[in-house]
């Protein structure tokens, strides 16, 4: 009896492990979403207003967005990196970052380690 209750001790450790770092897996994906979300729209704010006749008109550059970018992922204030921060087609921004994940637990049946990458895109309203 005692090697059952043992046994089934250790099943409920090793479940109760798991569900602690598949939820801190889950909550780090989500937190590099947003970042990259956030940087993505502080990408669109690199743009150059021109008006073309009476049209006034954005227009985004791969240099503008990585500039807009790179301070909010830099000040993330963890180890996110950016990636890519570009303008695929002149009005909007696409931004890639990437963090590694390490769980908070150790545990034989979670990797030690993950790359995690988020990519966001973010338009502008003056098109």
């Keep these: 009896m005692l090697l059952l209750v043992l046994g089934y001790v250790l099943l409920a450790l090793a479940v109760i492990f798991v569900c602690a770092c598949a939820t801190d897996l889950y909550i780090a994906q989500k937190r590099l979403d947003a970042l990259a979300d956030a940087a993505a729209l502080a990408g669109t704010d690199g743009f150059v207003l021109t008006v073309q006749g009476q049209t006034p008109r954005a227009e985004l ?28 087609d002149g009005a909007s921004a696409r931004v890639t970052v990437r963090t590694a994940w390490h769980p908070p637990l150790v545990s034989p049946f979670v990797p030690e380690g993950l790359t995690l990458q988020a990519t966001a895109t973010s338009r502008t309203a003056l098109r």
């Design 61 to 88: 550059t791969d240099g503008a967005v990585a500039a807009q970018a790179r301070p909010l992922v830099d000040g993330a204030g963890g180890d996110e990196v950016l990636v890519s921060a570009t303008s695929p």
